[in-house]
């Protein structure tokens, strides 16, 4: 079945039709990328308006309610446009049929059908955040916590129908990976073979599917709640506003695990290449995500440590949410010890990924004082856990992402970026990001309440430093994105495979062609063989 | 807040910062020991040439043993010492003067036990252990004295707690942690922990009589008779021009669209603010004036408890 | 035009590989569906605990021989459309399609007894908002009803797919993995049946 233009590379073809209508998942892939980089950049903006009004005590640029507003889209837009598709739709889609040796996902209109719904809730969403005729902009912020967002006058219930919408792409996404991985791999890919990057869309992808329709049903019950006055969730109803938060948090937190693990595994993938050596305990880190997945769907409750919920609750969850911090722990030492005896090429995508490390050092540490319970009791909803969220996310996922684009670059474009441009990027945001976040830490543990618009002057300083951090770190983006931008246009044609990986997708011609193999592949040996004879 | 530990403001605080020194401590450690090694290899084992010998290991049973084990023990012991002291954080002395903390958008209520009400500060005795009985009038708030290491979610469906014994004189932040609308950010106070004297002081103030705290039954009455709404109804039963608030909560009445209606606190509120909209069948429209704008949601209540305290 | 590899143009498939990939897929699916109903269940069982005396009230205004008929129907549905599998496994083209015309009727039929339960409640001013115990019964009862509307719509499209005599022991996938659906659509109902009337 090869015909013409079934042996030209996937970024061949011009044209809507071939993009829009495209079930290729390389296509697909780069779709996603471009739309959820473009809503990073919306919700970027939103966080730059939030760190300019906290500048200094008292109003600057915006009053109060459009502070509200302010941070509720940029946490909404972050959260359910960008992070949450963000590493599996993206790399995820582009990689992991090549990986397993597979021409395309499972089901490929099914893919193509789940972009489509993301585009729609996307639509839907940005509509109601910025009001709907008669609506005010949504002030709820993204956890919209009954019974506020009952009450609230903003445009609640499109938001929550634009979410539920999101839902439904994500799980269709989650679920054609379940079955690609099952179904799709080469003769000879078997399950400890597995790229370490699949392993992890795996456990994210289980996450998607079993926890996005808890939040389905919930957003449905307060659509229902503020439309009929069902009161599930209002306490004169006889409802429980805690209730909310226990559904909510119940999909809310595994899918803090949907945004991490596939950044674990980029990590994974990056490490064995740029020091030539084989991945440190392949098993343990492949077994690890399974069991963050599994773990993280009994962690919810920490969200509700002085929520009202009963004290025997409070610390069985305590318990529970270190049983978390094992798997994490396993991980990081796995890919410390990779590094050893290696042979280790800093170039950025490994740049990228050491600093994953180190941040996700602070990330996971920082988490310590917030399961213990008589700490968090102090720390809780106070700006230590903004600067804890934003490690994880920002210094975890983001950077993650990071360090994925730059290493798949070639692949996925054919072309190289500046490596000199790329470093500078590099150092800017770790620094500005570090300047932003780190001020936050102490000025929670000061009692720095999370989403206040003004502050009292024993903040004022740590604010400021943080706001200046904030500035550096939203320059580095643009660096970063304009290097990349300018690489896909102006870049110098890349090699096949620049950085001397084993893995399958590097076997294949960069750009990769339409059909990724002319032939599936056979494959015999897992791909971390390095500094061995052994190839694939 | 001078100091960021150990400001000795209450001993369970000090015991809290223990916890939070022990943590940071703990995490100081992990950290430099991870990111030292990962620093050392990064630079030892740069890439000189490109054919470099590098190791072929892929893993060790022993080590994954080891850094599984160790971290779960270490884990276990810190779930266990913030537990312990977490425990006493909600744990209460019976002895504890209880006040009746109610959140509101945007700020906070205090009901002493005598009926005296405080608006956004709150006055503690030094010494003396207090326990905060809290709800919400409307969303979620959160109360937080981070000089006292204390946090509480306040929610409208049910009574939330929290205790504290102030060892220090001195005033103290409140904030509400809990995102509740547009002037979240402005819903503050102050705790005010006085020393024996100024406490003695504060308690006796009568600065006059229209000030003295009273019960709200005992309000409502004061109101009651302030509005004059005795001339038109009786509290023993006898007719007049109203109809009678003798037994009237819970009463049926028919009214006179020929609606029959069960009195309650809402209906109450209604004929207080708006008196026509409802009325009892047999009873002449227009001649109660409208209340609406004129009595506080406090007045009101504090006279729905009178009316439901005549039998 | 658009080339291959488009919605409209996609590239071949190994039918034998398309038909466990579909079948795999829809297990996940019904994962999907009995999580998003569990939800329902949770609030059921929290709210019956805060307040077991509006459960039982509640539970006596509901018609019990409605709903104990509407599972018998559900129960046949259920009945014909495996029957329905099995006639497309042995290629009998006739029996295919009387058996999931069949399933078609019931199903209506649910929808219909549905209706005499609903309609005079809704008359009688007994609405989702009229106490906790009717929010689960509408929330729950309505949302299943909006599944086996989808189910039904599924049901029908195979309906038209056997009669252009599409299924036959080779190809079957279609009916099979709509079966799977059918049966989650009547399990979930019998859990909701004593669930709301009975207990």
């Not at chain 2, 030892?44 to 010998?53: E, G, I």
Request: charge should be negative; proline fraction near 5%.
């Amino acid at each position: 079945m090869s015909t013409h233009s079934e042996n030209t590379h996937y970024l061949e073809a011009k044209g809507f039709n071939n993009w829009f209508f495209s079930v290729d998942h390389k296509r697909i892939g780069i779709m996603y990328l471009v739309a959820i980089l473009f809503f990073f950049i919306l919700a970027g903006i939103a966080a730059m308006v939030v760190r300019a009004e906290l500048l200094y005590p008292g109003q600057q640029i915006i009053d109060r309610h459009g502070y509200n507003v302010a941070f509720t889209l940029h946490g909404a837009m972050m959260v359910f446009l960008f992070i949450v598709p963000g590493i599996p739709a993206t790399l995820g889609n582009f990689c992991l049929p090549i990986m397993i040796g597979a021409k395309d996902v499972a089901f490929p209109r099914l893919n193509l059908l789940s972009f489509w719904i993301y585009l729609l809730g996307a639509a839907i969403i940005v509509f109601s955040l910025i009001g709907p005729p008669g609506e005010s902009w949504l002030d709820t912020g993204w956890t919209l916590y009954t019974p506020y967002s009952v009450e609230s006058s903003s445009g609640v219930i499109p938001v929550t129908l634009g979410v539920f919408v999101l839902g439904f792409s994500s799980i269709l996404t989650g679920l054609n990976f379940v079955v690609t991985i099952h179904k799709m791999r080469a003769p000879g890919m078997t399950w400890h073979r597995l790229p370490l990057f699949v392993w992890a869309l795996y456990s994210a992808s289980l996450i998607q599917i079993l926890a996005t329709p808890v939040v389905g049903i919930t957003l449905l019950l307060l659509v229902m709640e503020r439309t009929f006055q069902i009161g599930f969730f209002t306490a004169s109803l006889g409802g429980d506003p805690i209730l909310f938060e226990n559904f909510f948090w119940f999909y809310s937190h595994p899918v803090v695990y949907i945004m991490i693990l596939p950044a674990m595994g980029v990590v994974a993938e990056i490490l064995p290449v740029f020091s030539k050596k084989p991945i440190f305990g392949y098993r343990a880190i492949a077994y690890s995500s399974l069991a963050i997945a599994l773990v993280s769907f009994f962690v919810w409750g920490h969200h509700l440590f002085v929520s009202g919920m009963s004290d025997w609750s409070r610390w069985v969850f305590s318990l529970l949410t270190f049983a978390v911090a094992i798997p994490t722990a396993i991980k990081v030492f796995n890919w410390i010890s990779t590094l050893y005896k290696g042979s280790i090429q800093l170039d950025s995508p490994m740049l990228y990924a050491c600093a994953f490390i180190f941040l996700f050092t602070i990330a996971g540490l920082t988490g310590l004082p917030l399961a213990t319970l008589a700490t968090d009791v102090h720390l809780h909803d106070t700006y230590f856990v903004v600067a804890h969220f934003h490690y994880t996310m920002q210094g975890g996922t983001v950077i993650g992402l990071l360090a994925g684009i730059h290493f798949w670059f070639p692949k996925i474009f054919g072309k190289m970026y500046s490596e000199k441009r790329a470093r500078i990027g590099f150092w800017m945001l770790f620094i500005g990001f570090n300047a932003t976040f780190m001020p936050q830490f102490v000025l929670g543990y000061m009692g720095m309440p999370r989403r206040y618009f003004d502050y009292l002057d024993q903040f004022a300083t740590l604010h400021f430093m943080s706001s200046i951090g904030a500035f550096i770190n939203g320059i580095a983006y643009l660096y970063i994105f304009g290097n990349l931008i300018h690489a896909v246009v102006k870049g110098r044609a890349a090699e096949k495979n620049p950085f001397g990986s084993l893995s399958l997708e590097w076997t294949v011609p960069s750009p990769p062609p339409l059909t990724n193999f002319d032939e599936i592949p056979i494959v015999t040996d897992w791909t971390y063989g390095y500094g061995t004879e052994q190839t694939v | 807040m001078d100091k960021l530990f150990w400001n000795g403001l209450t001993d369970l605080g000090a015991r809290v910062d223990n916890v939070q020194i022990f943590i940071i401590a703990l995490m100081g450690v992990c950290f430099i020991a991870c990111n030292a090694v990962l620093i050392y290899f990064m630079l030892k084992y740069r890439r000189k040439t490109d054919n470099d010998v590098t190791s072929t290991v892929s893993g060790n049973q022993l080590l994954e043993i080891v850094w599984t084990v160790i971290p779960a023990v270490i884990m276990l012991f810190v779930f266990w010492y913030g537990v312990t002291v977490w425990g006493d954080l909600r744990t209460p002395p019976e002895n504890a003067m209880t006040i009746n903390v109610t959140g509101v958008q945007w700020a906070w209520r205090f009901e002493y036990p005598d009926g005296r009400i405080e608006a956004e500060d709150l006055y503690v005795p030094k010494g003396e252990a207090i326990r905060l009985n809290m709800i919400s009038s409307d969303v979620l708030h959160s109360f937080f004295i981070p000089a006292f290491r204390v946090k509480e979610d306040v929610v409208p469906s049910q009574y939330t707690q929290l205790w504290f014994q102030a060892e220090k004189e001195g005033s103290f932040d409140i904030f509400c942690t809990e995102y509740c609308g547009d002037n979240h950010s402005f819903m503050l106070g102050k705790v005010h922990v006085l020393g024996p004297e100024a406490w003695d002081r504060w308690v006796r103030r009568v600065p006059d009589p229209n000030s003295i705290p009273l019960t709200p039954v005992q309000r409502g009455e004061k109101l009651f008779s302030k509005w004059g709404c005795a001339g038109c109804h009786s509290i023993d039963g006898s007719p007049n021009i109203g109809p009678t608030f003798k037994s009237l909560m819970g009463r049926a009445e028919s009214m006179s669209d020929g609606q029959n209606i069960i009195v309650d606190e809402n209906y109450i509120m209604e004929s207080i603010n708006q008196p026509d909209r409802q009325i009892v069948a047999g009873y002449p429209k227009g001649q109660m004036p409208a209340f609406e704008g004129q009595l506080s949601q406090q007045d009101i209540t504090d006279i729905i408890d009178y009316i439901k305290s005549v039998e | 035009m658009s080339e291959p590899g488009t919605f409209f143009h996609l590239h071949e498939e190994d039918p034998v590989e398309a038909y466990e990939n579909f079948k795999l897929g829809m297990w996940i699916f019904l994962a999907t569906e009995v999580l998003l109903f569990g939800g329902l269940f949770a609030a059921y069982f929290i709210f019956k605990f805060i307040w077991p005396d509006i459960f039982e009230a509640g539970s006596s205004h509901l018609n019990r021989f409605l709903g104990g008929l509407n599972t018998l129907v559900l129960i046949f549905s259920s009945y014909f459309m495996a029957m329905s599998v099995d006639a497309a496994q042995r290629s009998q083209q006739k029996k295919l399609i009387r058996n999931l015309a069949l399933t078609l009727f019931f199903a209506s039929g649910f929808i219909i007894i549905k209706g005499f339960e609903w309609i005079p409640k809704l008359n009688h001013g007994i609405t989702p908002g009229s106490d906790v115990f009717f929010s689960v019964y509408y929330m729950t009862t309505g949302l299943h009803l909006l599944h086996v509307v989808i189910g039904m719509s599924f049901i029908g499209l195979l309906l038209k797919r056997a009669i252009g005599g599409r299924y036959h022991s080779e190809n079957f996938g279609g009916v099979e993995v709509g079966g799977l659906y059918w049966h989650l659509v009547d399990v979930i109902w019998i859990f909701l049946f004593p669930l709301l009337y009975l207990i």
